[in-house]
T-cell receptor, first 117, second 114 residues
Framework: DGGITQSPKYLFRKEGQNVTLSCEQNLNHDAMYWYRQDPGQGLRLIYYSQIVNDFQKGDIAEGYSVSREKKESFPLTVTSAQKNPTAFYLCASSTAVRGRGGANVLTFGAGSRLTVL | GENVEQHPSTLSVQEGDSAVIKCTYS??????FPWYKQELGKGPQLIIDIRSNVGEKKDQRIAVTLNKTAKHFSLHITETQPEDSAVYFC?????????????FGKGTHLIIQP
């Protein structure tokens, strides 16, 4: 079955440590996204990538970094510079053909919950 | 930029009754309005969407209405069932753009009481 796989599902980190969240998709989608979800908040865009080796900052990119070396993979690193990293992180993908409706339709992974101790 | 307000934040209804969730948006250029459902411990899933050239769209027990003049759109769920319990998010964007242009509401926690 096609879909998005995020790992790990739960992650604990000590303050001052970097941590990398994995996101893999087999949907052959060009575009991939990282969102942060906090209790009572909507989904806020961290980074997105429309094509391999290219990515753009979203609304809350500070303290995060990404890479897109393969079409299927879009890992997110939460760095020690992120002041409040405890959150639920969602990876998503979509087609990247702008000008058509499908480019807006997101397929999400199951999420990774990061807790900073 | 776009601002999407969603109400209520929590909605409790009796099983079998209807539920309505409302969203307003600020950018009159927005023309694509999806609704996502997020079950506990899972990622959101698209359940229905509407484009600005129509005023209403139905899919079995789910319907979405759009009032472009007032800049608001609503999700209607009829004959609610226990599996409808979830968090629902509305969003708005320009249809010609990518998902990076989506602005999400803060979500509504729908509780179906048996």
């Amino acid at each position: 079955d096609g879909g998005i796989t995020q790992s790990p599902k739960y992650l604990f980190r000590k303050e001052g440590q970097n941590v990398t969240l994995s996101c893999e998709q087999n949907l052959n989608h060009d575009a991939m996204y990282w969102y942060r979800q906090d209790p009572g908040q909507g989904l806020r865009l961290i980074y997105y990538s429309q094509i391999v080796n290219d990515f753009q900052k979203g609304d809350i990119a500070e303290g995060y970094s990404v890479s897109r070396e393969k079409k299927e993979s879009f890992p997110l690193t939460v760095t020690s510079a992120q002041k409040n990293p405890t959150a639920f992180y969602l990876c998503a993908s979509s087609t990247a053909v702008r000008g058509r409706g499908g480019a807006n339709v997101l397929t999400f992974g199951a999420g990774s919950r990061l807790t900073v101790l | 930029g776009e601002n999407v307000e969603q109400h209520p934040s929590t909605l409790s209804v009796q099983e079998g009754d209807s539920a309505v969730i409302k969203c307003t948006y600020s950018d009159s250029a927005s023309n694509y309005f999806p609704w996502y459902k997020q079950e506990l411990g899972k990622g959101p899933q698209l359940i229905i969407d509407i484009r600005s050239n129509v005023g209403e769209k139905k899919d079995q027990r789910i319907a979405v209405t759009l009032n472009k003049t007032a800049k608001h759109f609503s999700l209607h769920i009829t004959e609610t069932q226990p599996e409808d319990s979830a968090v629902y998010f509305c969003a708005a964007s320009g249809m010609g753009g990518g998902a990076d242009g989506l602005t999400f509401g803060k979500g509504t926690h729908l509780i179906i009481q048996p």
